[in-house]
T-cell receptor
Framework: RKEVEQDPGPFNVPEGATVAFNCTYS??????FFWYRQDCRKEPKLLMS?????NEDGRFTAQLNRASQYISLLIRDSKLSDSATYLC?????????????WGLGTSLAVNP | DVKVTQSSRYLVKRTGEKVFLECVQD?????MFWYRQDPGLGLRLIYF???????EKGDIPEGYSVSREKKERFSLILESASTNQTSMYLC??????????FGPGTRLTVT
């Protein structure tokens, strides 16, 4: 089983739709979690960190479920500009080791 | 704004050549990273550095080496380039283990 797994998609949704992605992780020692966004042929950029209590930033909501070991990203009122690949990132802090583990990404296409 | 720059956007090299990829960040970050990104394989960590003159192997260090002589600069070296090192190379920096800021990437083709 991969350490971080995402559905690669693509998710094709119309403008204005609500779409949600999940990301599962296998290491229960995972400490912190992030969603990055990567546009085609561009570098990844941080979209949001994921906090235990869940957090919201405008149309984006991130949730963490430690019991089931997954994080989620919800996008409301999708815009054409939301089309991108969304990367799930997990920080594993075990003893002296710190490591960021990257998912392969979920591709989103928002259509007019 | 944090800025991470990479020396080249596109690079074409021949098999066996020595290749230097340079990365510079302007935010005084202590941590710097080199990744490669390939379709279907995602981002894979090659090497990282938590301090000047310090380096640690990532998940795929074979065929690569790094150098960090100054805090702002982290170089990736391909001692003898091979075709399987054709890839997108991304440099990143961070303060702590949290947000990583990436450079625009270098698309390297080895022929």
């Amino acid at each position: 089983r991969k350490e971080v797994e995402q559905d690669p998609g693509p998710f094709n949704v119309p403008e204005g739709a609500t779409v949600a992605f999940n990301c599962t992780y296998s290491n229960s020692a995972s400490q912190s979690f992030f969603w990055y966004r990567q546009d085609c042929r561009k570098e990844p950029k941080l979209l949001m960190s994921v906090y235990s209590s869940g957090n919201e930033d405008g149309r984006f909501t991130a949730q963490l479920n430690r019991a089931s070991q997954y994080i989620s990203l919800l996008i409301r009122d999708s815009k054409l500009s939301d089309s991108a690949t969304y990367l799930c990132v997990v920080n594993v802090n075990a003893g002296n080791n710190r490591k960021l583990i990257w998912g392969l990404g979920t591709s989103l296409a928002v259509n007019p | 704004d944090v800025k991470v720059t990479q020396s080249s956007r596109y690079l074409v090299k021949r098999t066996g050549e020595k290749v230097f990829l340079e990365c510079v960040q302007d935010m005084d970050h202590e941590n710097m990273f080199w990744y490669r990104q390939d379709p279907g394989l995602g981002l894979r960590l090659i090497y990282f550095s938590y301090d000047v003159k310090m380096k640690e192997k990532g998940d795929i260090p074979e065929g690569y080496s790094v150098s960090r002589e100054k805090k702002e600069r982290f170089s990736l070296i391909l001692e003898s380039a091979s075709t399987n090192q054709t890839s997108m190379y991304l440099c990143a920096s961070s303060s702590g283990i949290h947000e990583q800021y990436f450079g625009p990437g270098t698309r390297l083709t080895v022929t």
